[in-house]
């Protein structure tokens, strides 16, 4: 029973896809929601709606310890906490 579980998890998972590939589906589909109109800030834009949710989920993974996800994260606490504080997110 334990390795049909195992099989099944394996099957609902799927492949590794890097997560690289994923912010790249996601920019593509971003720049070309813009239609031809430019903007500005793209890097800074970009870089928050990233950290936003990976601040987010790695805290939730961590149970909200901010010192194993900072480990986790590779950065210092209070390189975490000041993010945090900055987007809204403590």
Known sequence: MNALNDRNEA???G??????????????RYLG?????GTENLYEIALRE???PL???VLQHCDGN?????AMLGIHRATLRKKLRE????
Not at 19 to 27: E, F, G, Y
């Open 11 to 13: 099957a609902r998972s």
């Open 15 to 28: 492949p590794r896809v890097p997560l690289r590939d994923h912010v790249a589906t996601s920019i593509r």
């Open 33 to 37: 929601d813009l239609n031809g109109s």
């Open 50 to 52: 990233l950290e936003i």
């Open 55 to 57: 601040f987010a989920e």
């Open 66 to 70: 901010q010192s194993r996800a900072a």
């Open 87 to 90: 987007y809204g997110l403590e």
